[in-house]
């Protein structure tokens, strides 16, 4: 059975820091390329953070560039989004989303509820 599974969110003071985490299950990890969205209240789902099947690419969205941070550990099937500097703009649903560009193969997973306000 296919599982992404997101965690690691929460409430956090402007200017606090958090860090999410993706568990991936039941395919193979180091095939696929892993990015991270998120959906504000009343937005759409927008693109934040991508890393290659190696970990030896990354590259963000502008609005979080310099403030967050994406990696994984094959070794752990995981990968992590390290977040500073919050804003209470980056308060979203965060999902994980795997792709393996040879066949398009893709996952999702359920989402984790990160508020950041005062």
């Known amino acids: 059975q296919v599982q992404l599974v997101e965690s690691g969110g929460g409430w956090v003071q402007p200017g606090g820091s958090l860090r999410l985490s993706c568990v991936a299950s039941g395919f193979t990890f180091t095939n696929y390329a892993i990015k991270w969205y998120r959906q504000g209240p009343g937005k759409e789902r927008e693109w934040v953070a991508r890393i290659t099947d190696t970990g030896g690419w990354t590259n963000y969205a502008e609005s979080v560039k310099g403030r967050f941070s994406i990696s994984r550990d094959n070794a752990k099937n995981t990968v992590y989004l390290q977040m500073t500097s919050l804003k209470p703009e980056d308060t979203a649903v965060y999902y994980c989303?795997?792709?393996?560009?040879?066949?398009?193969?893709?996952?999702w997973g359920q989402g984790t509820q990160v508020t950041v306000s005062s």
């Open positions: 989303h795997a792709h393996w560009a040879l066949t398009y193969r893709a996952y």
